[in-house]
């Protein structure tokens, strides 16, 4: 027997577990690509349908291609009544990730053959799911305010019309841009705890249902997607800009973790983050609410003393789950239905690498290093 203990990675960090051409994350530049596309480039000329086909198939459609795509999304969008009944029992006292985890299991008793797995089968799957979340999603955040369910709009785009579903109003141009800049920007990142859990349950071949649903689960935790609904809470307990460098310099000295900053990939710059703080401050030249001009002005001041004091130093800089909570809060989205939104997006990076992996699929089974005792003896229970 061997008695020499191994190297541990603690949390998996730096082992590499597959190969993939889906994307890359450069975390010592600030870098990602989407299957060899800058984010920036995708981010500025292309939209969340033709970035969710890319991730698919390999490669940008061609306009024909594009409309087969876009077609099926609008066709797909709406859900079953049953789920829908199920969200609003749920939706007013759950947390809007349960109802999702919940919601997006039951669709797979709408699916005759959940169990094919071949390609075209598997993208058709993943298809209808990228369809059916955001609406999903916006019906989540309508029964919570208990509000009546909209029904999609074939007539917008994917991420308008889910921001039209959850607000009840079409957005305009700049609030288009906003949500679909988020819905591209949350679309895939490589094999985060998510995505491996994601792969993790389809390496056994369980059905992308399952899949999915096993993603859902581990997008909750605050350390994944729950990150932005936390960054949003210490912004509001910041309060005022002024009290801003005060609260910081106060956490920093009790050790407390400052949510949105910090990355286990990026030692620099978060180059979705930068994008959104782009964002975020046209937002501010656009006459915003009092609240909302509060949120983007701790925000700023809040980036400014970290990067002073952590980014160069410590490589503790800005990622994008900091601004993400301001600029929902721009577009009205109250901040429990932050990560909900991740899903909906993340759902193309997620189906994308359920079609990569199942090329060469073997189950995931890692190993761990036992420090218990051995050969224990049994003492019977009227004994112990």
Do not use: C
């Amino acid at each position: 027997m061997n008695t020499a203990k191994p190297t541990i990675n603690y949390g998996l960090e730096g082992i590499y577990v597959d190969e993939s051409s889906i994307s890359k994350v450069d975390g010592q530049n600030g870098k990602l690509w989407y299957r060899g596309y800058s984010i920036e480039n995708l981010a500025e000329q292309s939209n969340f349908e033709e970035v969710s086909y890319l991730l698919l198939y390999g490669k940008l459609p061609t306009k024909n291609e594009y409309d087969d795509f876009t077609g099926k999304l609008k066709d797909r969008r709406d859900i079953p009544k049953e789920v829908r009944d199920v969200i609003k029992v749920m939706a007013p006292t759950s947390h809007p990730m349960d109802v999702m985890r919940t919601a997006a299991s039951m669709l797979v008793m709408y699916d005759k053959d959940p169990n094919n797995r071949n390609l075209d089968a598997t993208i058709d799957k993943v298809i209808t799911l990228i369809a059916k979340l955001p609406t999903i999603a916006a019906a989540t955040g309508r029964f919570r305010e208990k509000k009546e369910y909209i029904p999609p709009d074939k007539s917008l785009g994917h991420s308008v019309n889910f921001l039209y579903m959850i607000n009840g109003k079409r957005p305009n141009e700049f609030e288009s841009k906003l949500i679909d800049l988020m819905f591209i920007l949350h679309a895939e990142h490589s094999t985060n705890a998510s995505t491996f859990s994601v792969l993790v349950t389809a390496s056994t071949l369980a059905d992308v249902y399952a899949a999915t649903t096993s993603g859902i689960g581990t997008l909750k935790g605050p350390l994944h997607g729950g990150a932005d609904e936390a960054a949003l809470k210490m912004i509001n307990a910041i309060g005022s800009p002024d009290n801003t460098e005060k609260y910081i310099e106060e956490a920093l000295e009790g050790k407390q973790r400052i949510m949105g900053f910090g990355h286990r990939v990026y030692k620099t710059y978060d180059p979705r983050a930068k994008l959104v703080r782009s964002y975020l401050e046209e937002s501010l030249e656009k006459e915003p609410s009092d609240e909302i001009k509060r949120h983007l002005q701790i925000a700023l001041r809040a980036e400014k003393l970290m990067i002073d004091k952590l980014g160069k130093s410590k490589g503790i800089w800005p990622n994008i789950d900091f601004f993400a909570g301001p600029l929902y809060r721009v577009l009205g989205i109250e901040s429990e239905m932050f990560t909900p939104i991740f899903v909906a997006s993340r759902m193309a990076g997620w189906g994308s690498h359920i079609v990569e992996y199942w090329n060469n699929n073997k189950i995931v089974r890692p190993v761990e290093w036992y420090i218990g005792s051995l050969d224990l003896p049994y003492v019977p229970i009227n004994k112990r």
